[in-house]
């Protein structure tokens, strides 16, 4: 929308080309054309002339029809001309009327124009008056928020999957809990404790576990809260709630997702952000090590956090809250399915669900309950979980609908994929026409022949479609891609490659050697992967048993 000052010079300059046109109009059409003598006659003759004016030495002659002419003085008889038309020997007043007639019209439209003018600028008043009451509005709604604190009735025994982040938090409890025992002791704990982790491994439910454990009342706002597009709110906001939790000490003040507001300063500016950042970190000044309020945050991204919210006196503590390994996803499936009828195998579940938060496992339970419910089953078991596990990672797969050919195509890759897999002793129970089933295994410790195995199965689909159709197919995206990743990886992180710095060829050659293995491999047991894919082609699917029975066969 154009501002007040860019509606003025445009108005100005419409006006101005207005009066330019309408002057150009009137000199054109004050201009008259020379004629010779014959036309002079021909025009007297036939009575056309309406009125002749003499102008210096020349004659003006206007016709009836509004046209002007002119025409030498000397040339013309003024006798004959004046027994014809009335003659004038002023100036023709036919300009000046004209020049009235252009000005009266450029008034009108100058008029026009402040009309305009006046009608956009009232507009403009009641858009403002408009804004000034909704942001008066917004501001009184968002102060008379009450800052209410709520006692948490979650404990460390509510949530699994966090023991070592339980022993960094112990203190913290102890010390909300006995606060004197601390500060005789000269102790000084902690202004603030930064959580740090990916997005749904509990690190809310941590603070409010601390805030149960200890039977304190808890606060709880959003980064996001105190960013507010009013300047000066959002600072109000923070010293409203410092100022509630050091009434109501012992308390815990938690901020999730603090670096919508802690971002580092400078760069692309936000003076409301930044002056409410300012804030936060004078209250957290302000208050003593012994004054009973603890100050927990969370964030997923504590790279953008900015240098002074984690100095000494603020969060100088940052507990590192990560994805649960096998044994922790176990203990949260087993708090999930706590009150739900099931037969469910828990430690196979664990092993299907590597790289599940907390909150995806939640929500995997959840669905293994709906899936059981539209079964018409009273409780849940594993194939529940199996139904539902991609849908809860992925989204609901578009069902594939393959035709003749690309059936076979896809058989082959994913047989290839199958007996590659077996042979480099990859774990996996079952590989499918559109799945392969493999899992990624936790290790803390990994090594590069492990990891070239991988690329070699990532491959394996590829390799054997050449082998047999001597061709490459668009179905190999993805495993592509991991492929390249992985190799990356190697490289780069793990200076795996030729040398321990990395060039640009190393990742190639790794790639280029991985699959020329897997060729040699494909080459000598065809007639295994021509039964594997017959197999697939039948039933969809191979399980690792029937695999290895195939392969005893043949051998």
């Not at 000598?524 to 992967?529: E, G, Q, V």
């Amino acid at each position: 929308m154009l501002n007040f000052k860019n509606k003025k010079l445009i108005y100005s300059i419409i006006a101005l080309v207005i009066l330019l046109i309408l002057f150009l109009f009137l000199y054109i059409k004050n201009q008259a054309k020379s004629i010779n003598y014959d036309m002079y006659n021909t025009l007297l003759s036939s009575n056309s002339i309406k009125s002749a004016t003499i102008e210096d030495d020349e004659i003006i002659l206007k016709t009836k029809n509004g046209i002007k002419y002119k025409i030498v003085k000397d040339g013309v008889s003024i006798k004959e001309l004046i027994k014809k038309v009335p003659l004038r020997v002023e100036h023709d007043s036919t300009f000046a009327t004209d020049l009235i007639t252009g000005i009266i019209l450029f008034l009108m439209v100058f008029v026009f124009i402040l009309y305009i003018r006046k009608k956009d600028m009232q507009e403009r008043d009641k858009l403002e008056q408009k804004r000034t009451r909704q942001q008066a509005f917004e501001i009184d709604n968002f102060m008379k928020t009450p800052i209410k604190p709520v006692v948490s009735n979650i404990t460390f025994k509510d949530v699994a999957g966090i023991n070592e982040v339980k022993e960094e938090l112990s203190e913290i409890v102890d010390f909300l809990k006995n606060p004197t025992k601390y500060k005789n002791f000269g102790i000084k704990l902690p202004k603030g404790v930064l959580l740090v982790g990916p997005p749904g491994v509990g690190k809310t439910m941590i603070a409010k576990a601390v805030a149960g454990e200890a039977n304190v009342p808890f606060f709880y706002q959003s980064g996001s809260s105190f960013v507010q597009i009013y300047v000066g709110i959002g600072a109000k906001r923070v010293r409203e709630l410092f100022a509630y939790a050091k009434r109501y000490a012992p308390s815990i003040i938690f901020i999730d997702e603090i670096d919508a507001v802690g971002k580092a300063r400078g760069g692309f500016r936000n003076d409301e952000r930044e002056s409410t950042l300012n804030q936060l970190l004078s209250e957290m000044d302000g208050f003593e090590d012994s004054s009973g309020v603890i100050v927990i945050a969370a964030t997923n991204k504590i790279e953008v956090l900015d240098e002074a919210l984690l100095r000494s006196g603020r969060f100088d503590r940052r507990v590192f809250v990560s994805l649960p390994n096998k044994l922790e996803r176990e203990e949260i499936i087993n708090i999930y399915l706590k009150d739900k009828k099931h037969k469910i195998n828990t430690k196979k579940i664990a092993e299907i669900t590597v790289g599940f938060s907390g909150a995806a496992l939640s929500t995997l339970v959840n669905e293994a309950a709906i899936n059981a419910l539209k079964s018409g089953r009273g409780y849940i078991q594993d194939s529940d979980f199996y139904a539902v596990r991609d849908k809860v990672l992925l989204g609901k797969k578009k069902i594939l609908s393959f035709s003749k050919e690309e059936k076979e195509i896809q058989a082959l890759y994913q047989s290839a994929k199958a007996l590659c897999a077996y042979w480099f002793d990859l774990s996996f129970d079952k590989v499918s026409i559109v799945s392969d089933g493999i899992k990624d295994i936790d290790k803390e410790i990994e090594s590069r022949s492990s990891m070239l195995s991988k690329i070699k199965v990532y491959l394996a689909g590829m390799v054997a479609t050449e082998l047999f159709y001597q061709d490459r197919f668009s179905n190999a995206l993805n495993d592509l891609q991991k492929a390249k990743d992985l190799a990356n990886i190697m490289v780069e992180k793990y200076g795996m490659g030729n040398s321990i710095y990395p060039n640009q060829l190393d990742s190639a050659n790794l790639l280029e050697s991985a699959k020329e293995d897997v060729k040699k491999f494909l080459e000598s047991y065809k007639d295994a992967l021509k039964t594997i894919q017959s197999k697939m082609l039948r039933d969809e699917i191979v399980t690792k048993e029937e695999l290895k029975s195939i392969i005893n066969e043949i051998f």
